[in-house]
């Protein structure tokens, strides 16, 4: 009987896609709806400041987190081509490893974060009236970041199984149980932001704990093996190369952050910050078809490189950015359409609803082509290649949004922040493009 990974190199590529994307749509969707819920929890119950402080955290924790994150997905990659290739062996092993290593950098991580914790918060933006509202939130919530790291290090796992569904799952159940423990704690017990980050870090554990159960049952083709926890040189850097990427990009991203909040700060104010955390959140949520079509992406494109199987692979790029584009396109018309109305789910702040809006509309504006970007860097981390990989992982956000933010504003004020992203996204599809190309034609022939 054919397992479900089998089924990656043998299924028409389109049925596979939608097959891998949709858990993995829903599951983000959902979760990214619990980050734009509990931004609205505290926006309406807490105040913008509140939100704000949300904003500086998040990143924080999530560069934390995304060591499991890279450590997921580069051992995804491996597994993904093992299987393809029938060596089980390499797949179990490579996932014992990667469960050693989610666990010994997280934990050594949070211990940082604890002991930095107001310098840490100060470097992302934490400043004047934020920076208590902050503290109590961050000193909660990083408790809960462990199993945030395990849960991100497993789902890939799952998808690279072929099991999207149970991945699907694993990012719903902390996000509804997110949603009504914030009601519980922030409405009911009015404990504030100190409520909003316990039930962020309850709904981080349950996410962890789901993920083990999936990986303890029989519904896993991977087998938990003791002697696999002994970390092997030359897997642990094949998944570092890999990961490395994922987590040099979630690097990149905070070193974003710190930037975008200096320039808001500096020419908007805490409110052009509560203005970009609203923005933010919009992105996440309504950017998650397009994650999830490159979510879907990566386990059939893998298990299809391993298997040698070229013209599979070049079918599974063409179908994916074409879908992902689509669904672009059709996410910037909504976001124009309904701009004033998500605003108003948020916040009744005079001043947010007066400058959210269009600022929205230009973060947006290229929204249809970044599918490219995402399926470009993708390819390269499917397909074992670490250097290209990060380098085009790296181009909106190191090496083009960075400097954008900082230089523009001297000229525009906050204007050039928002202007910054529709430029990046350009400049680095055009690179993606051309870097692609330039591989499909010449090792997918």
Known sequence: MATS?????????????????????????????????????????????????ITVVLPIVFLISSIGMGIGIGGSSIISRALGAENSEK?????????????????LFVTLGNIFSIPILNLFGAKGNILPIASEYFGVIIYGVPFLAFAMMGNPTIRAEGKPKFAMFAMIIPAVLNVLLDILFIKVFGWGIWGAGLATSLAYASCGLYILSFFLSSK?????????????????????????????????????MIVLNYSLFKYGGEISIAVFGIINRVMMFALSPVLGVSQGFLPVAGFNIGAN?????????????????????????????????????????????????????IVFLVTPIVTMQLIGSAYFQAA???????????????IFLIPLAYILPKYYGVN???????????LSTIVTIWVLKREVDKNLK
């Not at 074992?384 to 190191?398: E, F, S």
Request: glycine fraction near 8%; charged fraction near 15%; proline fraction near 3%.
């Open 384 to 398: 074992g290649k670490a250097i290209p990989a990060l380098v085009l992982t790296l181009l909106k956000q190191g």
């Open 91 to 107: 797949a179990f092993l490579t996932f014992g490893n990667q469960i050693s290593l989610t666990l010994i950098l997280a934990i």
């Open 220 to 256: 896993s083709e991977l087998i938990i093996i003791p002697k696999n926890f002994y970390l092997n040189f030359k897997i642990v850097r094949e998944i570092v190369q890999l990961g490395g990427v994922t987590i040099v990009r979630q690097g990149a991203i905070s070193l974003l």
């Open 416 to 426: 050039g922040v928002w202007w910054s992203f529709p430029i990046a996204d350009s």
């Open 309 to 361: 199987k070229n013209d599979r692979v070049k079918e599974t790029i063409k179908k994916s950015i074409w879908f992902g584009t689509i669904l672009g396109t059709f996410i910037f018309i909504g976001i124009v359409l309904l701009k004033e109305e998500i605003i108003w789910v948020f916040t009744n702040d005079v001043t947010l609803l007066e400058k959210t809006p269009n600022a929205m509309i």
């Open 5 to 53: 990974s089998n089924e990656l190199g043998t299924q028409k590529i389109s049925k596979l896609l939608i097959k891998q994307a949709v858990p993995a749509t829903i599951g983000i969707l959902v979760m990214s709806l619990n980050m734009i819920v509990d931004t609205i929890f505290v926006g309406q119950w807490i105040g913008v400041l509140a939100i704000a402080a």
